[in-house]
């Protein structure tokens, strides 16, 4: 079953426009979430994350939002650039155990 | 600092054949992950490990087995390969899971099935 799931395969938007990345979540033990990037032929790399106790997290243009009751998060990229055009993937964890992955949206920024 | 390294990058296997992807980090975390990566279905866990000498199973799981031997190593086995398994396999690993579990990627090895 899919624990964590990113309904959007794909983003397009306008350089210094604002992207939003959506995640959804079913498995109320997570307690920790994380954003990827992912470029062609690389690993994920951390991009941010957010402990469920918190509802904002914030890292230059990348902030985190997450909706506990909602059981949902997002990532919003302000303002958006072309060298952020790359896959970005969803994922969860929970304390002594395994860490989860949705199946990632493609942003793309155009110029 | 390598941080996680996996080898080989690239391979193709023959169906039946047998083969073991290396999973080296030198973070001493004591989380490890092996996932792959296939069109439309993002990451998905194999299996991983808390700590040395523990593996646990992840979502898909048939067809691989895992050893975690020294902390700093994660072994990855395909006993009989079948073409289902070609994929991008991923290693991960980090320190903690839940608060602190921002995990290192490997580069990825490319595996093909034929």
């Known amino acids: 079953d899919q624990q964590v799931k990113q309904n959007s395969p794909s983003l397009s938007v306008q350089e210094g426009r604002i992207s939003i990345l959506n995640c959804d979540y079913t498995?109320?033990?997570?307690?920790?979430f994380l954003w990827y990037k992912k470029y062609p032929a690389e690993g994920p790399t951390f991009l941010i994350s957010?402990?469920?106790?918190?509802d904002k997290n914030e890292d230059g243009r990348f902030t985190v939002f997450l909706n506990k009751s909602a059981k949902h998060l997002s990532l919003h990229i302000v303002p958006s650039q072309p060298g952020d055009s790359a896959v970005y993937f969803c994922?969860?964890?929970?304390?002594?155990?395994?860490?989860?992955f949705g199946a990632g949206t493609r942003l793309t920024v155009k110029p | 600092n390598a941080g996680v390294t996996q080898t080989p990058k690239f391979r193709v296997l023959k169906t039946g054949q047998s083969m073991t992807l290396l999973c080296a980090q030198d973070?001493?975390?004591?989380?490890m992950y092996w996932y792959r990566q296939d069109p439309g279905m993002g990451l998905r866990l194999i299996h991983y490990s808390v700590g040395e000498g523990t593996t646990a199973k992840g979502e898909v799981p048939d067809g691989y087995n895992v050893s975690r031997l020294k902390k700093q190593n994660f072994l990855l086995g395909l006993e009989s390969a079948a073409p289902s398994q070609t994929s991008v396999y991923f290693c991960?690993?980090?320190?903690?899971?839940?608060?602190?579990?921002?995990?290192?990627f490997g580069q990825g090895t490319r595996l093909t099935v034929v």
């Open positions: 498995n109320s033990m997570f307690d920790y």
């Open positions: 994922a969860a964890s929970a304390s002594n155990n395994d860490m989860r």
């Open positions: 957010i402990s469920s106790i918190k």
């Open positions: 991960a690993s980090s320190y903690l899971s839940g608060a602190g579990a921002e995990a290192f």
């Open positions: 973070m001493n975390h004591e989380y």
